[in-house]
């Protein structure tokens, strides 16, 4: 396979903003993945049937569970209804297969990989960040980042918490040099296309509404599309084939993780680290 950058982008939660979203993404070529729940207990309104369709015949659609429910929150059962329902009502509604899942809130337990896969989905997403490169196990698929004015400390959490730390590394280090969270993504795009690895962006259109970050957005997608050719942007479906193509060799590195030491981001030698990085 061909070394060459990717972008990937998700989009969650199935808001009926999605549709303003479908036509930004539209305008500058870029593809993504809404990842849809037929109903979300949080209250926020979903899509109508007729508008999932519409997305479904542009884009790839995902599962996100039936009701947007936290599985690490449910009783088995429940969850293994949220996951097959989520399924077989969004497949009825657009009519076509559905391959792909995500995790709401990004929470989940290791029986819930099993019963996405017994389900019959092909993979999941998480919301693991700073993940650049092309190779995940198939129900763990990490992204990059999210459009979202995090903090710094948001990022240097998350990297703590969600492990993989070496492979998350190089992401980390050009985080910690930005303060304004634009200019971090900006730099995390470069990152990504130097080393030739995957971009992917998600975010929730009901935040870019909230923020009023759609100009911001349709500025950062118009540099990915300068700077990333049609071939080379990507359902998150098509990341599977990209990852299994991926040699294993120098790049299952999950055990290195001891190489770095956790302990000096927490002390805050982060200087030491970043030019260690670099
Ligand atoms: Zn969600």
Not at 97 to 106: D, L, R, S
């Amino acid at each position: 396979m061909s070394a060459l950058p990717r972008f990937s982008m998700s989009v969650d939660d199935g808001h009926p903003l999605d549709l303003r979203m479908a036509d930004l993404l539209q305008s500058h070529g870029i593809k993504a993945t809404f990842y849809l729940p037929l109903a979300n207990q949080e209250g926020a309104p979903v899509l109508s049937p007729a508008s999932m369709r519409q997305l479904a015949q542009t884009f790839e659609v995902g599962s996100h569970t039936r009701s947007h429910r936290f599985l690490n929150t449910l009783p088995g059962a429940e969850a293994w209804r949220e996951i097959v329902d989520g399924k077989q009502q969004l497949q009825d509604q657009i009519g076509e297969e559905v391959e792909g899942f995500c995790y709401p809130g990004g929470r989940y337990q290791h029986i819930h990989k099993l019963q996405v896969r017994s389900a019959g989905f092909r993979y999941a997403r998480t919301t693991q960040n700073l993940r650049i490169d092309m190779k995940f196990p198939v129900y763990e698929m990490p992204t990059t980042a999210q459009f979202y004015p995090h903090t710094r400390t948001v990022f240097f959490r998350n990297f703590i918490s969600q492990r993989h730390w070496t492979k998350r590394r190089a992401a980390l280090s050009v985080s910690m040099t930005a303060d304004d969270w634009l200019i971090r993504l900006y730099a995390l795009l470069d990152l990504s296309i130097a080393r030739q690895g995957v971009f992917h962006l998600w975010c929730h259109s009901i935040d870019i509404e909230k923020l009023q970050l759609w100009n911001q957005l349709d500025t950062f997608l118009r540099r990915v599309a300068d700077y990333i050719g049609t071939e080379q942007r990507v359902y998150n479906r098509d990341l599977i084939a990209v990852s299994a193509a991926v040699s294993t060799v120098g790049g299952s590195q999950q055990s290195a993780v001891k190489a770095i030491n956790v302990n000096a981001f927490k002390a805050g030698e982060l200087k030491r680290e970043e030019s260690d990085a670099n």
